[in-house]
């Protein structure tokens, strides 16, 4: 009896600890519902021009389309707030771009993984689109602004009130948010990973905010949430696509015929079959990316979907769209100094690199031209943020060359960096095997 009881035991406990485990495991929270709620209480203006938008872009689905009318991609140019308390972890220019790069897998890959059993016993594979949009960070901004700016605040932690978006409250203005989506990385309190405000809001407030620790696929990004799609849910928000559930109304529809009705949203992986509790119990799209469920159970948009994203950058979204020359994906060719509301301790030179060839199959050069000579080195992530290359520069000459071999590198794509003193250089690789 002493021995079974001790058996007993031991597994109550093994299941205490894995309960806590799951009770500390982070869940993602968005915020949208409630600032768009917020944004539209009391303010009939606001409400009108909503409701024009949603009556236009209707008329747009109303048209016969099929997936040969959206081959054509376009850009569009992001600029990044990364606004941090002095001393405390946040994104880097890296981070960033691996941010950029899965918004391009997720908007503009054409390639859609199905991994879940829904997707062809409910059909729901058939109604699977890909939106063929791509981000960048944009060239020629106003005033030289950089596309990447660091903002050190006062401010540990922002609320979901729209203050981070004022520098005169901490935060960092936007910059002409009706050509460029402004995007605004910081701490944010409660457990909440981010909101977008959907179209037809005020122009002061327009743009996305996101937890710096639901950004990017490494650096500060925490697992499950490391694939860099808490993003790509809040630029679905705000290209006008509606959550597959409503906090306000249960059971509500999101305006889009082919995605079915979910009462809540959905954490965690869901194995078949999961079931609404709305009227007549429809199979749950848990894999949409307008769910909420882990990264890795996140991928596909609908016909429908893109449709209606499609109508909105047509009509209240059409100034964000641009020409792919606007666009610069090498840091390397970008203004990138850090601007500060309290000290100006970040603020570096940019060194110029040249990789070629770009892409490249077996071997490359990187030559760099520093501003002044010093010690440093080279490093060279992957697009997970491991470290694949690392070597020192020659600390007494301003013209730096070196000669990598890539052959043992899988395909994707690699981020340079090259630290000398103050310095600082940045260039984006391709790796391409046959």
Same mark, same amino acid.
């Given at each position: 009896?002493?021995?079974?009881?001790?058996?007993?035991?031991?597994?109550?406990?093994?299941?205490?600890?894995?309960?806590?485990?799951?009770?500390?495991?982070?869940?993602?929270?968005?915020?949208?519902?409630?600032?768009?709620?917020?944004?539209?209480?009391?303010?009939?203006?606001?409400?009108?021009?909503?409701?024009?938008?949603?009556?236009?872009?209707?008329?747009?689905?109303?048209?016969?389309?099929?997936?040969?009318?959206?081959?054509?991609?376009?850009?569009?140019?992001?600029?990044?707030?990364?606004?941090?308390?002095?001393?405390?972890?946040? &994104?880097?220019?890296?981070?960033?771009?691996?941010? %950029?790069?899965?918004?391009? /897998?997720? $908007? =503009?890959?054409?390639?859609?993984? +199905?991994?879940?059993?829904?997707?062809?016993?409910?059909?729901?594979?058939?109604?699977?689109?890909?939106?063929?949009?791509?981000?960048?960070?944009?060239?020629?901004?106003?005033?030289?602004?950089?596309?990447?700016?660091?903002?050190?605040?006062?401010?540990?932690?922002?609320?979901?009130?729209?203050?981070?978006?004022?520098?005169?409250?901490?935060?960092?203005?936007?910059?002409?948010?009706?050509?460029?989506?402004?995007?605004?990385?910081?701490?944010?309190?409660?457990?909440?990973?981010?909101?977008?405000?959907? &179209?037809?809001?005020?122009?002061?407030?327009?743009? %996305?905010?996101?937890?710096? /620790?639901? $950004? =990017?696929?490494?650096?500060?990004? +925490?697992?499950?949430?490391?694939?860099?799609?808490?993003?790509?849910?809040?630029?679905?928000?705000y290209m006008g696509l509606y959550e597959l559930w409503n906090e306000y109304a249960p059971c509500s529809d999101d305006y889009v015929k082919d995605t079915p009705i979910h009462n809540a949203p959905n954490f965690s992986q869901y194995p078949y079959r999961h079931v609404s509790t709305c009227e007549n119990r429809p199979a749950e799209m848990v894999m949409n990316f307008m769910d909420n469920t882990d990264d890795s159970g996140m991928y596909m948009f609908t016909m429908g979907q893109k449709i209606r994203g499609v109508g909105m950058l047509a009509g209240p979204r059409k100034g964000i769209l641009t020409q792919q020359t606007q666009c610069s994906q090498s840091l390397s060719t970008l203004n990138l100094v850090s601007e500060s509301n309290i000290t100006n301790n970040d603020i570096k030179s940019v060194i110029n690199i040249k990789a070629f060839p770009n892409p490249a199959q077996r071997q490359l050069v990187l030559e760099a031209h520093l501003n002044e000579a010093g010690s440093g080195n080279v490093l060279v992530y992957n697009s997970i943020g491991t470290v694949v290359y690392s070597t020192s520069i020659d600390p007494f000459a301003t013209a730096q060359s070196f000669f990598i071999q890539t052959e043992g590198w899988a395909s994707g794509s690699y981020f340079v960096k090259l630290v000398a003193g103050n310095q600082q250089g940045y260039c984006h690789l391709v790796i391409v095997k046959n």
């Open positions: 009896m002493r021995l079974s009881n001790l058996i007993i035991t031991f597994f109550l406990f093994i299941g205490t600890i894995v309960s806590a485990q799951e009770l500390r495991r982070p869940y993602r929270i968005f915020k949208t519902q409630e600032v768009n709620y917020n944004i539209r209480k009391n303010n009939r203006e606001i409400i009108n021009e909503q409701n024009k938008i949603e009556s236009n872009v209707r008329d747009f689905e109303r048209r016969r389309f099929s997936k040969e009318d959206f081959r054509s991609k376009d850009y569009v140019g992001i600029i990044f707030h990364i606004v941090y308390y002095p001393g405390s972890t946040h &994104p880097n220019e890296e981070q960033v771009l691996s941010q %950029i790069e899965a918004l391009n /897998r997720d $908007f =503009g890959n054409n390639r859609i993984q +199905i991994n879940h059993p829904a997707d062809t016993l409910e059909g729901f594979v058939k109604n699977a689109d890909v939106i063929n949009l791509l981000f960048c960070l944009p060239k020629n901004l106003p005033r030289n602004e950089p596309p990447i700016r660091f903002i050190a605040s006062d401010v540990k932690e922002w609320k979901a009130d729209d203050a981070i978006k004022f520098s005169d409250k901490g935060g960092a203005d936007p910059i002409n948010p009706k050509k460029y989506l402004n995007i605004w990385v910081a701490k944010l309190v409660d457990g909440v990973s981010g909101y977008a405000q959907m &179209p037809g809001g005020p122009d002061i407030t327009d743009g %996305i905010v996101i937890d710096y /620790r639901f $950004f =990017g696929t490494f650096g500060t990004t +925490i697992p499950p949430y490391n694939e860099g799609k808490t993003l790509t849910h809040l630029i679905g928000s």
